[in-house]
Structures are given as structure tokens and as C-alpha cells.
């Protein structure tokens, strides 16, 4: 009896202790608490991504975004509402023109920053910041056009090389490293001077192809890594298609690191078109772009150094502005990429 007794006390304590150690955790607070696996955390928002972002981050991609509807504003002006929004027609020449006669008089060409022209005007008396504005949406074309073919084609082409492998893989990247041994702009001017058509579309295009092998490295390297994931050995255990693993396991995991990639990236090209600009390959005259800008002012350049100054600014600060935000974004996609 006294030792039924003592069974029952030794059970009555472990039963409290049990209770008490149920009730520490119960009182945890939900800061610990860790999404179970399986079940998806809620997304952020646009709002949400902006407010976490450093105060450097934060002015590249006012200035990004301001590029972007500047270089809208531009276009809209040109061939919707016809010059009738308020910015200066970028190829206007009207300092000491005489209406009467018809012919331009004496004065000096190149005028300071001023009400009428916040950036001056250049040796053509045309106004600086109007063409620094109409020049942004070649620079803007350029990259999205950029971007769309790397991401696209380039990231598609990587995921299949990473995830199907074998001879697939072998004779992709054997393709693409040909095209990589070659300089990227000795080939860019090669093609071209091949083209003989120096518009807009055919140059987006041109970049637009080859930045596809950069991209498809990437997204090659990501896709090695993903493709020996737990996920994806499940879904192939189960006998799921290879393409239907490909669209859902694969691609939506390698396409945030090749978004933050892309950024970086049309840095790069933004400052290829400027290169083809400056050497007169870019767009015909009189179309201006920040690139025949500085190659028209470097003449004037010991009388008023500002000309030259504006368009390289402006120049500087999107690349840098590019480069900060592909680096957040970089840092961002890593830290996703090892909770997965």
C-alpha cells in the first residue's frame, strides 16, 4: 500500500512538472515563433520592400523612377500630345533668331543655367535639360530591352542546362562560351557596321541578344543548386513531368537572383550605349542621347564645362543608382535562397 503510495505522489510531480514546462512554452513569445515548414509566409509589399530599405537605396530608386517617367513624359510630349506639354522641343534652335528675317543674329550660342533653361543650353542654343529628358528614354529602351531578352530567353535557357544537364547542358554553354570569348564590344560594333541601320530597335535588339549569355550562366549556376533541392527530388519520387518540375520548382526560385542580377546588369548596357553614343554608332542625329551629348559639348568644353558636366551627371548617377539597388536585391535573393 505505502508503496502504491509513493507511485502515485512520483506520478502526481511529473504530471506538475509536465504542466509546468507545457505552460513555459505556452507563454513563449510569438516573436519565436517560426513559420512550420510547407506553409508559405505572407509576401511583402512594394510599400513594404521600399520601407526596409536602406536611405542610399531608397534616393537610387526615386532617381530610377524618376528616369522612368521622365523618359514617358518625353515620348508623350513627342507623340501624343503633340510639344504641347510644357518641355522645350530638344532640337530648337531660337537664340537671337530674328522671326522678320528668318536668320539667327549674334548672340552667344551657349548660355548659363537660367529660368528659361535650368541646365544652359549648348553651342546649337538647344536646350540642355529638354534633351537630357528625351535622351533618357533611349538609355531606358536599351535596358528594359536588355533585360527582357536576359531574363527571358537567357534564364529559360539556364534553368533547362541546369536542371536536364547531360548533352542538353554540354552543347548550350559550349554555344554560349563561343559567343562570350569574343569582346563584347568589338562584337556589338561588328554587328552593327553589318546592319548598316542605326535606329533604336535594331540596337536594343543587338545588346538585347548578347547579354543572353550572362544571363543564362546565372541562371545556370542557380539552377544546379535548386535542381538537388528536397522539393525537387519529391516531386520527381512522385513521378512529376520534367517540364511541369521546370515551370514550378526550378524557374520560380532561380528568377529572383536573376532579377537582382538584371539590375546590375543594365548598368553595364546603359554605359554600353552610352560608349556607342559618344563614338557616333548609337542613334542618328539629331535624336539626342546622354552619349552624342557629351560628344557634342567636349568642343565647347574650355568655355563652358557645364554642357559636358550635365549629361555625364546624369549619366553617373543612374549607373550608381542601377548598381545600388541590384546589390539590395542580390542581398535580399541570397538571404531567400538559404531559408528555402
Not at 279 to 293: E, H, K
Amino acid at each position: 500500500m505505502a508503496a502504491n503510495e509513493t507511485d502515485i505522489e512520483r506520478l502526481i510531480d511529473v504530471h506538475d512538472a509536465t504542466a509546468t514546462i507545457a505552460g513555459s512554452v505556452l507563454v513563449e513569445p510569438v516573436s519565436s515563433f517560426t513559420v512550420p515548414q510547407g506553409v508559405k509566409a505572407k509576401r511583402k509589399t512594394p510599400w513594404g520592400i521600399f520601407r526596409e530599405m536602406p536611405a542610399l537605396v531608397k534616393a537610387s530608386v526615386l532617381w530610377l523612377l524618376f528616369i522612368l517617367f521622365s523618359s514617358i513624359y518625353a515620348q508623350l510630349d513627342i507623340r501624343v500630345f503633340n510639344g504641347a506639354l510644357p518641355l522645350g522641343d530638344p532640337n530648337l534652335q531660337l537664340n537671337g533668331f530674328n522671326p522678320e528675317t528668318g536668320e539667327f543674329g549674334t548672340n552667344v550660342r551657349l548660355e548659363g543655367s537660367s529660368w528659361q533653361h535650368p541646365l544652359g543650353t549648348d553651342a546649337l542654343a538647344r536646350d540642355t535639360l529638354s534633351r537630357a529628358i528625351h535622351g533618357s528614354y533611349v538609355s531606358v529602351t536599351v535596358a528594359v530591352v536588355s533585360v527582357m531578352c536576359g531574363v527571358i530567353i537567357g534564364g529559360l535557357l539556364g534553368s533547362i542546362a541546369g536542371y536536364v544537364r547531360g548533352k542538353t547542358e554540354t552543347g548550350l554553354m559550349a554555344m554560349l562560351d563561343v559567343v562570350l570569348a569574343f569582346p563584347a564590344l568589338v562584337l556589338l560594333l561588328a554587328l552593327i557596321s553589318i546592319f548598316e541601320v542605326r535606329s533604336l530597335f535594331v540596337i536594343s535588339l543587338v545588346i538585347g541578344v548578347l547579354s543572353i549569355p550572362a544571363y543564362t550562366r546565372v541562371s545556370r549556376a542557380n539552377s544546379l543548386a535548386i535542381s538537388n533541392r528536397e522539393f525537387v527530388v519529391a516531386a520527381q519520387a512522385i513521378g512529376t513531368k520534367r517540364w511541369t518540375i521546370l515551370r514550378r520548382e526550378i524557374i520560380p526560385n532561380v528568377l529572383p537572383t536573376l532579377l537582382a542580377y538584371a539590375m546590375v546588369a543594365a548598368a553595364a548596357v546603359v554605359v554600353v550605349e552610352g560608349t556607342l553614343s559618344f563614338l557616333g554608332l548609337s542613334v542618328q542625329l539629331p535624336q539626342s542621347t546622354w552619349g552624342n551629348m557629351i560628344n557634342q559639348a567636349r568642343g565647347d568644353i574650355r568655355i563652358n564645362f557645364s554642357q559636358v558636366l550635365y549629361p555625364a551627371l546624369i549619366l553617373t548617377l543612374t549607373v550608381l543608382a542601377l548598381n545600388q539597388v541590384g546589390d539590395f536585391f542580390q542581398r535580399r535573393s541570397s538571404f531567400r535562397g538559404s531559408s528555402l
